[in-house]
């Protein structure tokens, strides 16, 4: 089995993908697995010390630029494809899988033309560009939400649901320990969200709870110094950090979460059963964030707000008010496991072994 997974940009688009690799590598020892991606520093941590090798390749994205911006994008589409081209020829996979993000686009389109099975995964509500266009070409889709397979073409989306790592999936039957605090944990995506982090900050630092709750916040680079000196300053009992590595362990020890609404991560929630408050993205394309969230809102999984609407007050109420209510947190918890799909990763690499013996 060789094996090319591409995409990257952010942890959502990264880790299905590495849950897939992983998975095919566990079942095909002897297999090649090869990675490409960006060189931004979040591909590179987050494919650091994995079992499969890694190549980048120079790209941009397009939607969202400025005319400049999307000038120069453009011209270097040629510089990207010729770069896929040399890696998917000199790497000979049997399959392509594209698992979103900009740098997909090229490395999904030159093992198409060079006749390689090719499919992609998308983790949204509402698909991005590159997977729209993609998604005319390749052999088979695989999706998370339902409602997505009206984006492509008629016959060829495949509900897998996301990728979960598999170390947050042997997470799911462990329990926090008896009578530990509770515990926020606070998520705005691999690269951090600062309005979600202004937002924490001003619930819990502005006024005293009379509760004892613990905060585990991923701030992203920017804002993890002043976030942590934030809560040190109140004597917000605070674990601040700008990536969690340890991220089963958060998850286990999370009462509740606090979090933008990526694919990725509401899938992770939904597999683990953590309760959560999500304010989505404003400035996601088409607010696919808004639409992900809504599907797990109105399962009563999870409480929504527009960043918009929310200031430091309601969310302390809304924080302090599902803590103190263990009987809704429960509920939410029973329905957002409803949601999960455990099984996602071994979905697509049946899927993709079935494709490869059409």
Not at 194 to 212: D, I, K, P
Request: proline residues 4%.
């Amino acid at each position: 089995m060789r094996m090319i997974v591409t995409g990257g940009g952010t942890g959502g688009h990264l880790f299905p993908g590495i849950a897939v690799a992983e998975e095919m590598l566990r079942r095909f020892p002897e297999g090649k697995i090869l990675f490409v991606s960006t060189d931004r520093a979040i591909d590179n941590k987050a494919l650091a010390g994995r079992s499969f090798a890694k190549k980048a390749i120079a790209c941009l994205p397009i939607k969202g630029k400025s005319l400049w911006g999307t000038i120069r994008s453009v011209a270097q589409l040629p510089i990207s494809l010729w770069q896929a081209l040399r890696i998917v020829g000199g790497f000979k996979p049997q399959l392509v899988l594209g698992v979103g993000g900009y740098v997909t686009g090229p490395v999904v389109l030159a093992a198409h033309l060079m006749g390689v099975k090719t499919c992609i995964h998308e983790q949204n509500s509402i698909p991005g560009m590159a997977n729209r266009m993609l998604g005319k070409i390749v052999d088979q889709v695989y999706i998370s939400i339902p409602g997505s397979e009206d984006f492509f073409p008629k016959g060829k989306s495949v509900l897998t649901g996301n990728p979960v790592r598999a170390e947050l999936l042997a997470t799911a039957a462990q329990k926090k320990e008896q009578g530990a605090e509770k515990t926020v944990l606070v998520l705005g995506g691999s690269q951090g969200a600062h309005r979600v982090n202004a937002l924490m900050v001003e619930a819990l630092t502005a006024h005293q709870s009379g509760e004892s709750v613990r905060v585990h916040h991923q701030t992203g680079n920017s804002d993890e110094a002043w976030v942590r000196k934030a809560y040190e300053e109140a004597g917000v009992p605070a674990q601040v950090s700008a990536f969690i590595t340890e991220m089963a362990v958060a998850y286990r020890d999370a009462d509740l979460v606090v979090s933008r609404a990526g694919a990725t991560t509401l899938a992770e929630l939904a597999v683990l059963g953590k309760p959560a408050i999500l304010i989505p993205y404003p400035y996601a394309a088409d607010d696919h964030q808004t639409t992900n969230a809504a599907y797990l809102v109105r399962g009563g999984a999870a409480v929504m707000f527009q960043e918009r609407d929310l200031d430091g007050s309601k969310l302390r109420e809304t924080i302090l008010g599902l803590l103190d209510d263990g009987s809704r947190l429960q509920g939410m918890a029973t329905q957002m496991r409803q949601y999960g799909r455990p099984e996602a990763t071994d979905a697509i690499v049946e899927k993709s072994m079935e494709l490869l013996a059409a």
